[in-house]
């Protein structure tokens, strides 16, 4: 069975900077999509951002310009680095990896932005 492991979460003012991390807890097979959810309280969890086995990646509008996705495939792992940190980018942040006949998600970890 594999397990999501995600690590950099915390507390940070506005303006800062974060990086979170996921790796999987075993090798998996590397054509697959990684990224990153968040949910909020009273909120839908929603898409952050994704990379893909070839590099292709995407971003939520709200994120664009300020969070980079990034993955080193042969070590299972996927980052998030997010910086110019706003009040409203706090929320769970869930990390997903999602293959053909596969997905696996982390327990998440919690981002609080201070104003």
């Known amino acids: 069975q594999v397990q999501l492991v995600e690590s950099g979460g915390g507390l940070v003012q506005a303006g800062g900077s974060l990086r979170l991390s996921c790796a999987a807890s075993r090798s998996i097979f590397s054509i697959n999509t990684m990224g990153w959810y968040r949910q909020a309280p009273g909120k839908q969890r929603e898409l952050v951002a994704t990379?893909?086995?070839?590099?292709?990646?995407n971003y939520a509008d709200y994120v664009k310009g300020r969070f980079t996705i990034s993955r080193d495939t042969a070590k299972n792992t996927v980052y998030l680095q997010m910086n110019s940190l706003e009040p409203e980018d706090t929320a769970v942040y869930y990390c997903n990896v999602q293959g053909r006949y596969y997905a696996y998600w982390g327990q998440g970890t919690q981002v609080t932005v201070s104003s």
């Open positions: 990379i893909s086995s070839g590099g292709s990646t």
